[in-house]
């Protein structure tokens, strides 16, 4: 496993310390994305610029992409793997889910294309769709059944 990562680091071009392997390790058990703060909370004995340096150095790689999901806090997640240096080839919906705050990538849901006028230049395409996760549904059925009861 730990040579898997090893080879996925080096493949983009990125030094394997053992910080850069402990983090992939982490993001690439999450289900849904994952923010600084997370990263802190997992890894309490680690410098949070470490841990900052370290996510910007796999976007820049095209390791995660960033996701801006309207929390104010952005969120990473593993890219496609597709994705080069600086350009990242994902282009797929994000889901947020209002009720557990959870943020999913949806890989199989491509963005839509856009028309836009001639004398604009797009630089980045996201959509965020919010809502209620799989996980969270069963739970708010069965609030509801509760409530009718």
């Given at each position: 496993?730990?040579?898997?990562?090893?080879?996925?680091?080096?493949?983009?071009?990125?030094?394997?310390?053992?910080?850069?392997?402990?983090?992939?390790?982490?993001?690439?058990?999450?289900?849904?994305?994952?923010?600084?703060?997370?990263?802190?909370?997992?890894?309490?004995?680690?410098?949070?610029i470490?841990?900052?340096?370290?996510?910007?150095?796999f976007?820049?790689?095209?390791?995660?992409?960033?996701?801006?999901?309207?929390t104010?806090?952005?969120?990473?997640?593993?890219?496609?793997?597709?994705?080069?240096?600086?350009?990242?080839?994902?282009?797929?919906?994000?889901?947020?889910?209002?009720?557990?705050?959870?943020?999913?990538?949806?890989?199989?849901?491509?963005?839509?294309?856009?028309s836009i006028?001639?004398?604009?230049?797009?630089?980045?395409?996201?959509?965020?769709?919010?809502?209620?996760?799989?996980?969270?549904?069963?739970e708010?059925?069965?609030?509801?059944?509760?409530?009718?009861?």
């Amino acid at each position: 496993m730990l040579q898997n990562l090893d080879r996925l680091l080096q493949e983009k071009h990125i030094r394997p310390t053992a910080m850069r392997l402990l983090v992939l390790d982490f993001l690439k058990s999450q289900r849904a994305a994952v923010s600084l703060n997370d990263l802190e909370t997992a890894f309490h004995r680690s410098d949070r610029i470490t841990l900052y340096r370290t996510l910007k150095t796999f976007e820049e790689k095209g390791l995660v992409h960033p996701i801006a999901d309207g929390t104010g806090s952005v969120k990473f997640a593993l890219c496609a793997g597709d994705c080069q240096t600086e350009n990242h080839q994902d282009l797929h919906v994000h889901f947020h889910c209002s009720k557990c705050a959870e943020t999913y990538c949806l890989p199989t849901t491509r963005i839509p294309e856009v028309s836009i006028p001639t004398d604009f230049a797009a630089e980045e395409v996201s959509l965020i769709v919010k809502g209620i996760c799989g996980s969270c549904i069963p739970e708010n059925a069965m609030q509801l059944q509760a409530k009718e009861q």
